[in-house]
């Protein structure tokens, strides 16, 4: 049970609901992975096996977090507000519930330029997608997250094996996610039933119902489309 009053304030960190990619945020990241310095971001230190990519105000982080204290899962979001919201939010939680949490952690960062800069090849075993900002507007789709540009890094960074999840309540940009991901050799899609019998359960639970947009949505009424994508080798 989640002990902190941090969602009661939330009005204390908002800001836009989304911030613009190509804009020219004042962000310090490292030079390479190898200049990481993942001890400032999990108790335990270590290095990230999971990302979340825009991980809003970090309810995947939390949940993963709890059902998987063995995993170390990283949130990367750009707005400054959100981000000291989820630091704050995961400092409470490891003080309510000691020993508990150290496994999460968030960084402010631009995931679309610098993520080669923060994970090693082959580093990850899963990335999370999560109701990213569809970006309506034709002219705007560039600024979308996913993009068969930024799936060739995607790719670079996800071991073979891995698990791309993908949800949003916007059947437009679920299309478009599913071409592009479907698309792109190094990705194979694998529907939900199979990845409930290889154990995935909890994780797509997790991926459905703990984020505060996938929350908004059920109490609205609305419908959620999910994709999920494995990291294959190809034989050259």
Known sequence: MEVVKLGEQKKHYRQRAHANPFSDHTLVYPASPGE??????FAGGGAAE???????????????GRKFPERRVVGLEL?????????????ALRVA?????????????????????IFGKESLSALFFLFPDPHF????????????TLLAEYAYVLRVGGIVYTITDVEDLHLWMLTHLSQFLLFEYVDPDTL???????VLDAVYF????GIKVDRNGGKKWLACFRRIHVQR
Request: hydrophobic letters at 40%; glycine letters at 12%; charged letters at 25%.
């Open 196 to 202: 409930r019998a290889e154990g995935h359960g909890p």
């Open 79 to 91: 707005r400054v507000q959100v981000t000291a919201y989820v630091e704050d939010r995961i400092a």
């Open 210 to 213: 703990s984020t505060e947009e």
């Open 137 to 148: 507007k034709m002219r705007k789709h560039k600024a979308r997250i996913i993009s068969p």
């Open 97 to 117: 519930e000691k020993g508990s949490f150290g496994n999460i952690g968030v960084l402010r960062t631009n995931a679309m330029r610098f993520l080669p800069n």
């Open 36 to 41: 990481m310095r993942w001890e400032t971001v």
């Open 50 to 64: 999971w990302a979340d990519i825009g991980c809003g105000f970090g309810g995947l982080l939390v949940a993963l």
